[in-house]
């Protein structure tokens, strides 16, 4: 019986997202990527596309939970209050699916994947990278901080 995690990094211009099985001993590596917004698009345009792009991820894949960074608050108002809108996509697809929800605040996500709460972006992409024993190419920080995200569910991991 599989116990698959998506992990969501979510952005209106960038959501990285990543899915992990840890049905065996170590966690296993299905998917990762990003969807990519075009900027001109409104943002219900943008809303939508994640909505659909998760929902065939959520379809394929049948994660038991989806993990998700906690809110924090910008320093701009607005970047906090967009990051909202893509977040409660991902919060709105849990509930129609019924699916686990777990947050995590970004001190904690590093910390459980690097041992420090103030790891730079490249320690975390590459600790994934080391934890899933993957030699795929992760490609951009927001993929990264996704499977980071998906890491973390399943705590405490070994170093």
């Known amino acids: 019986?599989?116990?698959?995690?998506?992990?969501?990094?979510?952005?209106?211009?960038k959501t990285g997202f990543g899915v992990i099985d840890y049905s065996g001993n170590s966690p296993k590596y299905l998917t990762s990527g990003v969807l990519l917004m075009k900027s001109t698009e409104p943002h219900p345009v943008r809303l939508a596309f994640i909505f659909k792009s998760l929902k065939e991820i959520i379809d394929k894949y049948s994660p038991k939970v989806i993990s998700i960074e906690e809110t924090f608050v910008n320093k701009n108002p607005s970047t906090s209050l967009t990051l909202g809108y893509a977040r409660s996509v991902v919060l709105t697809l849990a509930g129609l699916y019924e699916i686990e929800l777990s947050e995590y605040s970004p001190n904690h996500i590093k910390k459980t994947i690097t041992g420090n709460g103030h790891a730079d972006k490249e320690q975390v992409k590459y600790m994934v990278q080391k934890l899933l024993s993957t030699s795929l190419p992760i490609k951009t920080y927001d993929e990264s901080d996704a499977l980071a995200i998906a890491l973390t569910y399943h705590k405490p991991l070994k170093f």
Not at 7 to 13: A, M, N, Q, Y
């Open 1 to 13: 019986m599989s116990f698959v995690v998506l992990g969501v990094d979510p952005g209106l211009l």
